[in-house]
């Protein structure tokens, strides 16, 4: 399986990566990539969509605390919006979901980061 990543910019400072497939020891890297290109430009604010994310393992976790970890130091947050159980559940299970703000959808995710 791959991964499918889909960057739009919502505003300025602002940008939705959509990701599909699975996140795991073979495509983190893209995703690392495509999350740090955005911190290099300057979007310090980011939804990241896993609603068509079927899998994420250790390795698609420690990617997304990695890039909170930098948008933080530029006073930025990241949102995630995801429905799936099974997904929300490994944030539930790691206690990520207190650190990563979590959302049902695109627009509820934007308005948190307003």
Request: aromatic content about 6%; overall charge neutral; charged content about 25%.
């Amino acid at each position: 399986m791959d991964i499918t990543i889909n960057v739009r910019e919502e505003r300025k400072g602002l940008s939705v990566v959509e990701l599909a497939g699975e996140i795991d020891v073979y495509t983190s890297p893209k995703v690392k990539d495509a999350v740090g290109a955005l911190i290099d430009k300057g979007v310090y604010n980011l939804v990241i969509d896993l609603e068509r994310v079927k899998y994420i393992d250790s390795t698609g976790l420690g990617v997304l605390i990695g890039g909170l970890k930098r948008v933080r130091e530029h006073g930025g947050a990241v949102s995630l919006v995801c429905t799936n159980p099974q997904i929300k559940k490994i944030f539930d299970i790691t206690g990520l979901v207190k650190i990563f703000g979590m959302y049902d959808s695109i627009p509820a995710a934007v308005k948190a980061l307003a």
